[in-house]
């Protein structure tokens, strides 16, 4: 969470940095101080405003902003206006059902003024190819990044943007206003609202920074090479992606010059490319000693017999973590580097300790569960048995946490049919195939309702990134347990037809 004292957009990447902690290197067996590094997941737009105080009625909610001075409300950015819904669980999910499904009407209003909002909405966050929380292949498909960070950090599920105040007047000023939003139903029994339950300028940051690795002498006298951003402090870093591979060789009778490594398995094998260029193949082995991986390169050089009494030095440019060490990190822990300040005084802090980090397993199962995984199409994929097996392939705590993977399984458990139908809908003034899935479900397996709708819409917006080019997707949900039937708009390449 972070406070500015303007409306600023703070781009995503920015870096921040976490109160040293106390480190026993494995190579020196002692003590020393050690910095974990964040980076910012997602752009934000920094409101000068804050929430001062949230009224719970029978139906309603009423939102208290403060401002430092009294001023226009039309010029301090209302209309990027994103909710973080904060607090227990089954607080955050039942408000986020409310807000998604059942706004009555919402209002602004000030000592002087009450200005209803027509054209008042929200919309999720966390779906779109910007909101990753990590970076993703550019060539996988992003339903599965969705669903994989759904299971790994729901929470970051829980934002959510407000439309619809982007054309107050200017006449309109205050110190002080109000957002009084009504629903359609009573607000259910347990939400227990705080004023700190919806939350302003928060944002995603991950145990992920840039980094460059320890210089690798290329003598092209062994099979690998040992990649590691820090050989003293091994156990504080781990290696999440490859940037870029680039070497420098240095003949016996010429100058210096750069060499630039592809990735072997990138399939960019051109047969006239020169001397400059080589290629480098990454192996990923569970570490032995330490909790997470071991990483070493091997490369294929032109005319290597020729290059082995010539010096090279290779440089790689990496994405980092640091292992296990963030997790030990508490709350209000995390502030911004002071580098990523470039406009104005900002200060931050970390709403929630670190998370355990999670790693695949380097084992066949895996192997054979994606090979199952990349052998789905559309329509097989509308299979009840073949959602649950990728939803079981991406949910990566279950595989770590006994008691979380036994929720799992009553969660898929719980999907007791699923059904699909060609429909038709006009769009732009021409017709438009899609498909119409049902899902039907028992509440029961989840928290509350509100548990229930957020994991259908992860599902809704899975089934809409699958679809082929021009064709929609349209899910309905129904609520064994109370009757309830919930829609999910039918979007075609992530637009909502109209």
Same mark, same amino acid.
């Given at each position: 969470m972070l406070s500015a004292n303007t409306q600023q957009k703070f781009q995503q990447d920015n870096l921040f940095n976490a109160t040293p902690l106390y480190v026993q290197s494995e190579e020196t067996n002692h003590e020393t101080l050690f910095q974990c590094r964040f980076s910012q997941s997602r752009d934000l737009w920094l409101m000068p405003t804050k929430i001062s105080n949230i009224l719970q009625q029978t139906t309603a909610i009423e939102i208290t902003f403060e401002l430092a001075t009294k001023q226009p409300l039309a010029n301090i950015g209302l209309d990027k206006l994103c909710f973080y819904l904060n607090g227990a669980p089954f607080t955050t999910n039942q408000l986020y059902f409310l807000l998604s499904q059942h706004v009555q009407s919402a209002s602004l209003?000030?000592?002087?003024?009450?200005?209803p909002l027509t054209h008042f909405s929200v919309t999720p966050v966390g779906f779109q190819k910007q909101d990753a929380l990590l970076p993703y292949p550019k060539n996988s498909y992003d339903g599965y990044r969705i669903l994989q960070e759904f299971f790994c950090f729901p929470e970051a599920f829980l934002f959510l943007d407000i439309h619809g105040l982007d054309d107050i007047p200017l006449a309109i000023?205050?110190?002080?206003f109000k957002l009084v939003i009504n629903f359609d139903l009573e607000i259910p029994d347990g939400v227990i609202l705080y004023d700190d339950s919806i939350k302003l300028n928060c944002t995603p940051i991950v145990n992920l920074f840039p980094i460059d690795s320890e210089a690798i002498n290329l003598t092209?006298?062994?099979?690998?090479?040992?990649l590691s951003p820090n050989y003293q402090l091994t156990e504080c870093f781990d290696i999440f992606s490859i940037n870029e591979v680039r070497g420098l060789r240095y003949p016996n009778?010429?100058?210096? *010059?750069?060499?630039? *490594?592809t990735a072997f398995e990138s399939f960019y094998h051109q047969n006239h490319q020169t001397q400059n260029h080589g290629y480098y193949r990454l192996k990923i082995s569970q570490n032995e000693q330490l *909790?997470?991986?071991?990483?070493?390169?091997? @490369?294929?050089?032109?005319?290597?017999?020729?290059l082995q009494q010539c010096e090279e030095t290779v440089s790689v440019a990496l /994405?980092?973590?640091?292992?296990?060490?963030?997790?030990?990190?508490?709350?209000?822990?995390?502030?911004?580097?002071?580098?990523?300040?470039?406009?104005?005084?900002?200060?931050?802090k970390n709403l929630f300790a670190p998370t355990l980090p999670l790693y695949p397993l380097l084992d066949k199962t895996l192997y054979w569960s994606e090979l199952t995984n990349l052998s789905l199409n559309y329509q097989s994929l509308l299979n009840l048995d073949s959602l649950k097996k990728i939803l079981q392939l991406y949910d990566l705590p279950s595989v770590y946490n006994t008691q979380v993977a036994r929720q799992s399984q009553k969660r898929l458990d719980a999907l007791v049919d699923l059904h699909s139908?060609?429909?038709e809908h006009i769009y732009k003034g021409l017709p438009v195939r899609g498909l119409k899935t049902t899902l039907v479900v028992h509440q029961n397996a989840f928290l509350s309702e509100g548990s229930l709708f957020? @994991?259908?819409?992860?599902?809704?917006? @899975?089934?809409?990134?699958?679809?082929?080019? /021009?064709? @929609?997707?349209?899910?309905?949900?129904?609520?064994?347990? /109370?009757?309830?039937?919930?829609?999910?708009?039918?979007?075609? /390449?992530?637009?909502?037809?109209?």
């Open positions: 209003v000030t000592d002087v003024h009450t200005l000023e205050a110190e002080q092209g006298k062994s099979e690998e090479y040992v009778d010429a100058k210096p *010059y750069p060499i630039t *490594y *909790y997470g991986y071991s990483h070493r390169l091997s @490369f294929v050089r032109q005319q290597e017999p020729q /994405n980092c973590t640091n292992r296990y060490i963030a997790s030990q990190l508490s709350t209000r822990s995390i502030d911004l580097d002071s580098a990523s300040i470039p406009y104005g005084a900002l200060s931050a139908e060609h429909i957020l @994991f259908c819409t992860v599902i809704a917006q @899975f089934f809409t990134l699958y679809t082929s080019i /021009n064709m @929609f997707h349209e899910l309905e949900v129904i609520n064994l347990d /109370n009757k309830e039937v919930y829609r999910w708009p039918a979007q075609i /390449n992530q637009h909502i037809l109209k």
